[in-house]
């Protein structure tokens, strides 16, 4: 036998045992994960949180933090992830990645994926017709290509906010021309109610209404009823009124009027939201243009008085109340919410005689005024369903998709 065909026939033997071992420790391996001898790694939280906004695109960063209790990485189980995160059942982001390296102990995979503001539209009118309620649902599906199994994790929070309730008041306010043409207060502003109206892809409608007390002698035309609607200082809708409404002397008048709000501007909004730490400043302004026929003039007044301000924060990832959230069984989980009171309705139609608390002799007595009260405050309760054993374990080996894990350990927190 020649030195060449010695090396050849010792070389072909060291790479079939190389292949022959290489072939059995993968079975080993694959035999020792299906008879349990191996631990599988268990999906611990599922953490989501905003990155960089610019005016077109919100990126989303999603966090897995999986435990291996294996003494070493289980690359070779050929672990994926995908998700989708949607609100109110439009789809806000989807993304996920493959070949999660898994290092022995605790660790965390984040991923990135960028949202379209344009879709913000769209979720703001589910969000009103909805009644100022969103669900936010992040449904994950981790995979193992290697031991062909699958399971879907969900995370789901409900979200409320409450932008107009405190509009409704029966609070009593002097409204001052500060012209010399008549003296003040020209009128009284004697309660004011908001309602959602209609709301579609291009405005949502506010309802407002407006109960007005003539203290005057004679009777004043109303002939025009402006608004600007301000979200973080960038306006978002503005517009006027001008049907006529006559204040008849010494009575009440309710005066209604609709404000309506520019969908297209609220990707503009979104980004400042966000920028702002989910913080937004409400604000409405009014005026309006009076005829005095005494002297046969007209005015607009600033009405400064019924300014409507309002702060609006969310939490929409939970993030600043931090619960651990993890994969529990099927059923058993919880949606704890904050909720807030309407305010009571109290409206009224058409011209009314004056209230008792406007009843005075001509118009120097100041008014009584009258706040009205509501409690804001809710209690959250959580639950913490134990610990399922991994986010791929219990599942027969045949299984593709088995089981639908709930994790709703989260409570907003959205202050008015």
């Known amino acids: 036998m020649s030195i060449g065909t010695a090396k050849s026939l010792l070389f072909g033997s060291v790479v079939r045992i190389v292949v022959t071992l290489t072939l059995s420790l993968v079975v080993v391996v694959g035999g020792a994960f299906a008879a349990g001898i191996i631990g599988i790694p268990a999906l611990e939280s599922i953490d989501n949180e905003f990155g960089e906004v610019t005016d077109e695109r919100t990126e989303i960063l999603t966090s897995l933090t999986v435990h291996n209790p294996n003494p070493i990485g289980a690359g070779a189980a050929e672990v994926s992830a995908e998700y989708t995160v949607g609100m109110n059942g439009v789809e806000m982001a989807r993304g996920g990645g493959s070949d999660i390296r898994l290092e022995p102990g605790t660790s965390t995979e984040t991923f990135?994926?960028?949202?379209?503001?344009?879709?913000?539209?769209?979720?703001?009118?589910?969000?009103?017709q909805n009644g100022e309620e969103t669900e936010v649902v992040v449904d994950a599906t981790v995979s193992s290509g290697a031991l062909g199994r699958s399971t879907d994790v969900t995370d789901r929070r409900t979200i409320e906010t409450d932008l107009i309730s405190q509009f409704d008041s029966d609070e009593t306010r002097p409204i001052d021309a500060n012209s010399p043409l008549t003296s003040?207060?020209?009128?009284?502003?004697?309660?004011?109610?908001?309602?959602?109206?209609?709301?579609?892809?291009?405005?949502?409608?506010?309802?407002?209404?407006?109960?007005m007390y003539n203290p005057k002698s004679h009777d004043i035309p109303v002939t025009r009823?402006?608004?600007?609607?301000?979200?973080?200082?960038?306006?978002?809708?503005?517009g006027e009124t001008t049907s006529e409404h006559l204040l008849r002397s010494k009575q009440v008048t309710t005066v209604d009027t609709t404000t309506r709000i520019q969908n297209t501007?609220?990707?503009?909004?979104?980004?400042?939201?966000?920028?702002?730490?989910?913080?937004?400043?409400?604000?409405?302004?009014?005026?309006?243009?009076?005829?005095?026929?005494v002297v046969g003039s007209t005015?607009?007044?600033?009405?400064?008085?019924?300014?409507?301000?309002?702060?609006?924060?969310?939490d929409i990832w939970g993030n600043e109340n931090e619960t651990e959230s993890t994969p529990d069984a099927a059923d058993g989980s919880s949606d704890p919410e904050t909720n807030f009171d309407a305010g009571s309705d109290g409206s009224s139609d058409g011209t009314d005689t004056a209230k008792p608390v406007l009843d005075r002799t001509n118009d120097g007595a100041p008014p009584v005024d009258r706040t009205l009260e509501r409690d804001d405050a809710s209690d959250d309760e959580q639950s913490e369903p134990p610990d399922d054993g991994g986010i791929l374990s219990g599942l027969p080996i045949s299984s593709a998709t088995d089981g639908r894990f709930i994790a709703t350990d989260r409570s907003a927190s959205v202050r008015p």
């Open 112 to 128: 990135s994926t960028r949202m379209h503001n344009e879709r913000i539209p769209d979720w703001w009118v589910s969000h009103i």
């Open 184 to 211: 003040d207060p020209i009128l009284y502003v004697n309660s004011t109610r908001a309602n959602w109206g209609g709301v579609d892809e291009q405005t949502t409608e506010l309802d407002l209404r407006f109960d």
């Open 225 to 238: 009823l402006g608004y600007t609607i301000y979200m973080n200082d960038l306006v978002v809708g503005d």
């Open 299 to 314: 005015i607009t007044l600033p009405l400064e008085e019924l300014t409507y301000e309002e702060t609006i924060e969310t």
């Open 265 to 293: 501007h609220l990707d503009d909004w979104w980004v400042t939201h966000l920028q702002n730490g989910e913080e937004t400043d409400l604000r409405i302004e009014f005026d309006a243009r009076v005829e005095l026929p």
